[in-house]
């Protein structure tokens, strides 16, 4: 399973996709969040989970867009008649942003391995920070914050996505804290949630990759996700 970037071009990341995912065997689902239906980055990125500033209503969970992945995944299960139990999950760019919060909002229990990649900007794991900065202020607690980190998750980042003048970059406050472009984010993030994980006595289930020379939009990253998900 899939999730596209911020432009919503669902067929055309899908076929980027194939190509690796053919000579794996892998089948590619890429389900189109539409502006149209999921306008701005609340109602796709952050999973429509609450309305936009300056309402902030957080909506009912009945309401958020992740159910959308599960029930893709047992139509397509059952419509193929697979056994398989469990499925793969890769984003890139605001496709990543929506895999982290997917992970941490959720029992995700059908997902195997996720893969976030060259994500802009990051949800804190942190319940006194608000959503979708952080993880509160929307009924978590402590174990799913645990349960977060205990994700099989690989954090995938280009070593060339480093542009800290990026058209599409993130420019929030919250966002420039985390540092100047990309790479130095994810990086950041990733050491920030490690030491994290050992201060609250959990095992980080998370690794991280660095795809050599990639940028943002690049084949070299969904080749190497589609190998991840592979492995």
């Given at each position: 399973?899939?999730?596209?970037?911020?432009?919503?071009?669902?067929?055309?990341?899908?076929?980027?996709?194939?190509?690796?995912?053919?000579?794996?065997?892998?089948?590619?689902?890429?389900?189109?969040?539409?502006?149209?239906?999921?306008?701005?980055?609340?109602?796709?990125n952050f999973g429509?989970v609450r309305l936009?500033?300056?309402?902030?209503?957080?909506?009912?969970?009945?309401?958020?867009?992740?159910?959308?992945?599960?029930?893709?995944?047992?139509?397509?299960?059952?419509?193929?008649?697979?056994?398989?139990?469990?499925?793969?999950?890769?984003?890139?760019?605001?496709?990543?942003?929506?895999?982290?919060?997917?992970?941490?909002?959720?029992?995700?229990?059908?997902?195997?391995?996720?893969?976030?990649?060259?994500?802009?900007?990051?949800?804190?794991?942190?319940?006194?920070?608000?959503?979708?900065?952080?993880?509160?202020?929307?009924?978590?607690?402590?174990?799913?914050?645990?349960?977060?980190?205990?994700?099989?998750?690989?954090?995938?980042?280009?070593?060339?996505?480093?542009?800290?003048?990026?058209?599409?970059?993130?420019?929030?406050?919250?966002?420039?804290?985390?540092?100047?472009?990309?790479?130095?984010?994810?990086?950041w993030h990733f050491?920030?949630?490690?030491?994290?994980?050992?201060?609250?006595?959990?095992?980080?289930?998370?690794?991280?990759?660095?795809?050599?020379?990639?940028?943002?939009?690049?084949?070299?990253?969904?080749?190497?996700?589609?190998?991840?998900?592979?492995?």
């Open positions: 399973m899939a999730m596209h970037g911020v432009d919503r071009a669902a067929a055309e990341f899908r076929d980027l996709l194939v190509p690796q995912a053919e000579r794996n065997g892998q089948i590619v689902l890429v389900p189109e969040f539409d502006p149209d239906q999921f306008p701005g980055v609340h109602a796709y429509g936009p500033p300056p309402d902030n209503t957080v909506l009912p969970r009945d309401h958020w867009n992740f159910g959308v992945i599960d029930r893709l995944f047992h139509h397509v299960r059952h419509a193929i008649g697979s056994s398989r139990d469990t499925f793969g999950l890769f984003g890139n760019s605001a496709g990543a942003q929506y895999v982290l919060r997917y992970l941490a909002l959720n029992e995700a229990a059908s997902v195997d391995l996720a893969v976030a990649a060259n994500c802009g900007c990051y949800m804190l794991p942190n319940l006194t920070t608000e959503y979708p900065n952080g993880m509160g202020g929307i009924g978590l607690n402590a174990d799913h914050l645990r349960r977060y980190l205990g994700r099989s998750l690989v954090i995938l980042l280009g070593e060339a996505d480093a542009d800290p003048d990026a058209f599409d970059l993130p420019r929030w406050d919250e966002a420039m804290a985390q540092g100047p472009h990309r790479l130095a984010r994810g990086l050491e920030h949630c490690t030491e994290l994980a050992k201060s609250i006595g959990v095992g980080l289930g998370w690794r991280l990759e660095i795809a050599p020379g990639a940028g943002h939009v690049d084949q070299q990253i969904y080749d190497q996700g589609a190998n991840i998900l592979n492995s």
